[in-house]
C-alpha cells in the first residue's frame, strides 16, 4: 500500500474548504438571485394590474363619452373615432369667417356641450385629462392658400367659443387646472385629413369642422395615487 505524503493530504483539506467556501457562496448568491427575481416579478405584476386597471378606466370614460352622441349637435364617427358636427358650416370661398347667427348659436351650444362632458368626466375621473382637436378642412377648389384658409376655420370655431363669456370660463378654467388642452389644426385639402371623399364632384362637402375629444391619464399622477 502506498501511503499518502503529509503534502497530499494538506492538499486534500484544503480542496474541501475551497469547495465548501464555493458551495456557501454559490448559495448565498442563488438566495440573493431568487429574493431579487421574486421582487422583480411581484413589481412586474402590479404594474401589470395597475395598466389594466387604468385601461378599465379609459374604457369607462370613453363609454361615458358616447353620452354626446344622443345630443342633437354632434355624431360619433366609428371608423376614425372622432366626434362630427351634424350640421354642416357652410364657407364661402377663400372664406374662413362664420356669419350666420344660427351657425354661430349652433357652434356655442356644441362647444358647452363638450366642455361640460370635460368637467363631468374630470370631476367623476380624478387624474384624467383630455385633448380636444378642433379640425378645418378646405375642398379641392383651386384655391392656393387652403392649408392657411382651413387652419383659420378652425380657429375661427375657437374664437366664436372664447368670445362668449360662459365659455370662455369654461376654457379658462381647465386651462388653470391642467384638465383639457385645446389643439387647432387645419388638414388644407389633400388626404391628410381622414374621412374626405372620394370625389370632389360637391367641393363644399369637404370644408368641414370636425371636433377629436381624446381622454388620456398621466400613468405617473394615476399610479401614485393609488399607492
Given at each position: 500500500m502506498i501511503k499518502s505524503t503529509k503534502h497530499e493530504h494538506t492538499f486534500w483539506i484544503g480542496y474541501s474548504d475551497f469547495m465548501t467556501s464555493m458551495f456557501f457562496i454559490s448559495l448565498v448568491l442563488f438566495v440573493i438571485f431568487y429574493i431579487n427575481n421574486q421582487k422583480k416579478i411581484k413589481e412586474i405584476n402590479q404594474r401589470k394590474k395597475q395598466v389594466e386597471y387604468?385601461?378599465?378606466?379609459?374604457?369607462?370614460?370613453e363609454n361615458d363619452m358616447k353620452e354626446l352622441e344622443?345630443?342633437?349637435?354632434?355624431?360619433?364617427?366609428?371608423?376614425?373615432?372622432?366626434?362630427?358636427?351634424?350640421?354642416?358650416?357652410?364657407?364661402?370661398?377663400?372664406?374662413?369667417?362664420?356669419?350666420?347667427?344660427?351657425?354661430?348659436?349652433?357652434?356655442?351650444?356644441?362647444?358647452?356641450?363638450l366642455f361640460n362632458m370635460i368637467q363631468k368626466l374630470t370631476t367623476k375621473y380624478k387624474n384624467s385629462q383630455y385633448m380636444l382637436i378642433i379640425e378645418g378642412m378646405a375642398s379641392k377648389d383651386g384655391y392656393k392658400l387652403n392649408d392657411q384658409?382651413?387652419?383659420?376655420?378652425?380657429?375661427?370655431?375657437?374664437?366664436?367659443?372664447?368670445?362668449?363669456?360662459?365659455?370662455?370660463?369654461?376654457?379658462?378654467?381647465?386651462?388653470?387646472?391642467?384638465?383639457?388642452?385645446?389643439?387647432?389644426?387645419?388638414?388644407?385639402?389633400?388626404?391628410?385629413?381622414?374621412?374626405?371623399?372620394?370625389?370632389?364632384?360637391?367641393?363644399?362637402?369637404?370644408?368641414?369642422?370636425?371636433?377629436?375629444?381624446?381622454?388620456?391619464?398621466?400613468?405617473?399622477?394615476?399610479?401614485?395615487d393609488k399607492k
Open positions: 387604468r385601461d378599465s378606466i379609459m374604457r369607462n370614460i344622443s345630443s342633437r349637435e354632434l355624431k360619433y364617427n366609428n371608423k376614425y373615432r372622432r366626434f362630427e358636427l351634424k350640421r354642416q358650416i357652410k364657407f364661402g370661398y377663400a372664406d374662413h369667417r362664420i356669419k350666420n347667427s344660427d351657425d354661430i348659436g349652433y357652434l356655442l351650444s356644441v362647444g358647452n356641450k384658409l382651413s387652419y383659420n376655420r378652425a380657429l375661427e370655431v375657437y374664437k366664436i367659443w372664447y368670445d362668449n363669456y360662459d365659455l370662455r370660463e369654461k376654457i379658462d378654467r381647465h386651462n388653470r387646472e391642467l384638465t383639457c388642452k385645446i389643439q387647432i389644426v387645419g388638414s388644407g385639402e389633400d388626404k391628410r385629413g381622414w374621412g374626405r371623399l372620394n370625389s370632389y364632384t360637391r367641393p363644399e362637402d369637404d370644408q368641414k369642422i370636425i371636433v377629436y375629444l381624446t381622454p388620456y391619464i398621466s400613468y405617473n399622477e394615476f399610479f401614485n
